[in-house]
Every structure is written in structure tokens, then in C-alpha cells.
T-cell receptor
Framework: QKEVEQNSGPLSVPEGAIASLNCTYSDRGSQSFFWYRQYSGKSPELIMFIYSNGDKEDGRFTAQLNKASQYVSLLIRDSQPSDSATYLCAVVGGLNDMRFGAGTRLTVKP | DTEVTQTPKHLVMGMTNKKSLKCEQHMGHRAMYWYKQKAKKPPELMFVYSYEKLSINESVPSRFSPECPNSSLLNLHLHALQPEDSALYLC????????????FGPGTRLTVT
């Protein structure tokens, strides 16, 4: 069974702080990695994707990938209360089958 | 434009009913997906269509029947469902050949009574 693991949280950070979300995966053949944000009662929204080892930055978000360690992370700088949501790590294997982690619930306190 | 639309937004059906969920995208994506999401759980993949052909069926019960009439449309036909099938049903699409980023529709909230 190909697994994607995340800490379920909740993770609580003060407004303006850096939120760090982590994810590990078991399938060494995985090539594509995604972070989705899901507000309660809404559908997942793609916020970052990364395919190569290293860092990828987009505004306040940075995705980090280490394939040797089978680890992917998401950093949110200058966290805002509107960032409060569940963050889903997703990994795509060779059959284009996306597997999600259980999600980490983030709360940003004003 | 990264819009995927789904209808209806909400559906209540009895266990003997037949209903269909619809999904549409006009982004030129050639892969489309159905997911099921229960409360406080991640989405679970049900079906994948690639170039209008079913490529993945995650051992979903036959009371769920997918259909892809053309590259823009995806249906999920429902028949003889059970109360435990109540969930949020999500459709997604992606460019099959270029990227694997999947864009989700708003979902259909299904309640089986």
C-alpha cells in the first residue's frame, strides 16, 4: 500500500509567524508532489506543486522536496488568519493515481 | 481558467433511486477523476479517465457507474446506494500529457436516506 503520511495536527501558530507542514511518502517511484488547501465544507484548492528536489517559492508559500528522504514540506510565511484550513499533501505515482495524506489542520491565531 | 463545474451541489436520494452526478471542464484537460470524501478524511480516488477511457477503477462497488461521454464531460451514475455512501463527491481534471496538477470542482454533497 502506497502511503502518504502527515501530522494531523492541529497546528496552531500566531499571526505573522511561519507555519511548517510536513509530509512523507512511501513510494520511491513518485514524481509529482502537491499541496492543497481545503476550507471546511469546500473542495481542495491547489496551492503548490513541485517535481524536482529543492525549494520552490510562490509568494508566501515555499514547497521543499527531498526525494532521497521521501519528504516534502510546505512553509507559509507571514501566516494570516485566512490561512486557517486543512492542508493536504498529495503524491502522484506512475499510474497517474493521486494519493492524499490525512491532512494537517492549521489554525492561525490573530 | 481553472474551473471545473459540478451539478447538482446537493443531492438527497433514497436507496432505491437512480441519480447522476455531472462534471464539466473546458480547459482542454484529457484526464478526469472522481473522488469520494467523507467528513474529516482526505479524498479517496474512485475512477480515472484518460482520453475518455477508464484507466483506473479503485475497486468501487458496481452501484457507482462512471461515464465519460466526451473530453469535457464526466458523469457518475448512482443506483441502489447505501447510507454509508453519503459523502462529498469531487470531480477533478488535469492535462494528461503535460502536467499532473489536478483541479477540483466544488463537489456534490450526497445524502442517502
Amino acid at each position: 500500500q502506497k502511503e502518504v503520511e502527515q501530522n494531523s495536527g492541529p497546528l496552531s501558530v500566531p499571526e505573522g509567524a511561519i507555519a511548517s507542514l510536513n509530509c512523507t511518502y512511501s513510494d520511491r517511484g513518485s514524481q509529482s508532489f502537491f499541496w492543497y488547501r481545503q476550507y471546511s465544507g469546500k473542495s481542495p484548492e491547489l496551492i503548490m506543486f513541485i517535481y524536482s528536489n529543492g525549494d520552490k517559492e510562490d509568494g508566501r508559500f515555499t514547497a521543499q522536496l527531498n526525494k532521497a528522504s521521501q519528504y516534502v514540506s510546505l512553509l507559509i510565511r507571514d501566516s494570516q488568519p485566512s490561512d486557517s484550513a486543512t492542508y493536504l499533501c498529495a503524491v502522484v505515482g506512475g499510474l497517474n493515481d493521486m494519493r492524499f495524506g490525512a491532512g494537517t489542520r492549521l489554525t492561525v491565531k490573530p | 481558467d481553472t474551473e471545473v463545474t459540478q451539478t447538482p451541489k446537493h443531492l438527497v436520494m433514497g436507496m432505491t433511486n437512480k441519480k447522476s452526478l455531472k462534471c464539466e471542464q473546458h480547459m482542454g484537460h484529457r484526464a478526469m477523476y472522481w473522488y469520494k470524501q467523507k467528513a474529516k478524511k482526505p479524498p479517496e480516488l474512485m475512477f480515472v479517465y484518460s482520453y475518455e477511457k477508464l484507466s483506473i477503477n479503485e475497486s468501487v462497488p458496481s452501484r457507482f457507474s462512471p461515464e465519460c461521454p466526451n473530453s469535457s464531460l464526466l458523469n457518475l451514475h448512482l443506483h441502489a446506494l447505501q447510507p454509508e455512501d453519503s459523502a462529498l463527491y469531487l470531480c477533478a481534471s488535469s492535462h494528461r500529457d503535460r502536467t499532473y496538477e489536478q483541479y477540483f470542482g466544488p463537489g456534490t454533497r450526497l445524502t442517502v436516506t
